[in-house]
C-alpha cells in the first residue's frame, strides 16, 4: 500500500516538475538571449525543492519497488537494469547539476551572464531527465501517471 501511494505521488509530481522547469528554462533563455531582465531566482529555486523532493521519493521508493532487485541477472533484463543502474544514476546527476546550476547563479541569475550560467545547467538536467523517465513507449509496464 505504501509503495503505490509513494508511486503514485512520484509519478504525478513529476509532471509539476517537468512544467517547472520547462517555465525555468523558457524564463532563463529569455533572460540570457533577449536580456529582458525578469526576476527567475524564486521559480529556478521551486524548480530546484521539487526536484529534491523527487529524489527524496525516489530513494525511498529504489528500496521498496519490486522493479529493482539486486541481482546479478537485473543486469540481463532490461526493464530491471533500468530501475536498478539507469533511472537513479541519470536522476541523480540531472538532480546534482541543477543544485550546482541555482547555487553558483542565485546571486546573479537574473543577469544576462547568470542566466546563460544557469540555463545551459537546467538544459543539460532537463535532457537527462527526459532520457531517465520510464516513459510508457520506452520501459513495458511504465505508466503515464
Known sequence: MLY???LR???GLRWLFLLLILASLFYMAQNAFSGRGSNIRKL???TMITAH???LLGFILYFLSPKVVFAASSMKD???RFFLIEH???MLIAIVLITIGYIKTKAVINTV???KKAFIYYLISFILILLAIPWPFRIPGADWF
Open 53 to 55: 523532493v523527487q529524489l
Open 4 to 6: 503505490h501511494i509513494l
Open 78 to 80: 532490461t526493464v530491471l
Open 113 to 115: 551572464a547568470g542566466a
Open 9 to 11: 505521488s512520484h509519478s
Open 44 to 46: 529556478s529555486l521551486f
Open 88 to 90: 537513479i544514476s541519470l
